[in-house]
């Protein structure tokens, strides 16, 4: 009896998710509250502080370059071998307390690769390429724009598009502002100043949700990159801090997957095409 009982119970629960799923943004239809938004932007406010500090010091520049060794040198013959480094990261509060926001995920993660031959002239140039990064970055970036720029200052648009379990399409824009160091080490941060989820995407009745009223799958998006030339090569270093909703129980199946795993595969999917895109550009320069 008691099998029959979990079995019905099972059965209840994969019926369920399955008619939520073609009903996905009507049902998992969440609204980004401004208190989520306040705690969030502490957040960054107090992440932007540490990382401003590590700016100031050469030895410092890369996040890398503060790990205490032998976790240091590890972490650099990794990158020199081609792979890429991940690292979850969380900002703290006066007290040593852990920072979250009410009825939302904040995803911090720090990614990076080390791109031999390269100059931080041709990273630069791919970094700021942002028309071709519809190319570069496919298929999460499906159209990429550069709206404005004014000397360091870009303002670009993209559409993003996320699958995982289920597919989102997101109409973002965003503000980028570099900050050259010296003629070997640059600095960047890029804020979005719009994430609005598309439904019925690449159709003829597609439309776009109001802003913070939608399935929460991504309601904020910052990145703040670091470049430096040195050692043969060029080091990109980039720490992204994006925000979410929390995980509904009854939609775990659906949500789960896409909140908590794609900013970490996606972040690892940016550094990797980046490292692929520079290298292209630098072409034979080290005998390849």
Request: aromatic share 8%.
């Amino acid at each position: 009896m008691l099998q029959h009982m979990v079995s019905f119970q099972t059965f209840g629960l994969l019926l369920t998710v399955g008619l939520l799923i073609p009903q996905t943004p009507e049902v998992l239809s969440v609204d980004l509250k401004p208190p989520t938004v306040e705690a969030f932007e502490r957040y960054v406010k107090a992440t932007e502080a540490r990382i401003a500090k590590e700016l100031t010091r050469p030895e410092t520049f890369l996040y890398v370059d503060g790990l205490p060794e032998p976790r240091r040198a590890q972490v650099l013959a990794m990158l020199r071998r081609g792979e890429v480094f991940m690292e979850r990261l969380k900002t703290q509060d006066a007290s040593g307390r852990e920072m979250k926001a009410p009825d939302a995920l904040i995803h911090h993660w720090m990614g990076a690769v080390f791109i031999p031959c390269a100059t931080l002239r041709q990273t630069l140039e791919v970094a700021q390429d942002y028309d071709r990064h519809q190319d570069i970055y496919q298929p999460e970036v499906v159209r990429s724009k550069l709206v404005a720029r004014n000397g360091n200052d870009f303002k670009i648009y993209y559409r993003l598009r996320k699958k995982k379990v289920i597919t989102v399409t997101l109409n973002t824009d965003h503000d980028v502002h570099y900050n050259p160091v010296d003629a070997t080490r640059c600095s960047s941060r890029s804020y979005a100043t719009r994430v609005q989820q598309v439904a019925n995407a690449d159709k003829p009745d597609e439309y776009q949700k109001p802003v913070g009223r939608d399935s929460g799958f991504l309601w904020r998006i910052d990145s703040y990159w670091r470049f430096v030339e040195r050692d043969g090569g060029v080091y990109v270093e980039c720490e992204s801090i994006s925000l979410t909703r929390d995980i509904p129980w009854i939609a775990t199946p659906i949500v789960k997957p896409f909140v908590t795993d794609i900013p970490k595969e996606s972040l690892q999917m940016t550094m990797g095409s980046t490292r692929r895109a520079v290298a292209e550009r630098v072409g034979t320069a080290c005998g390849k």
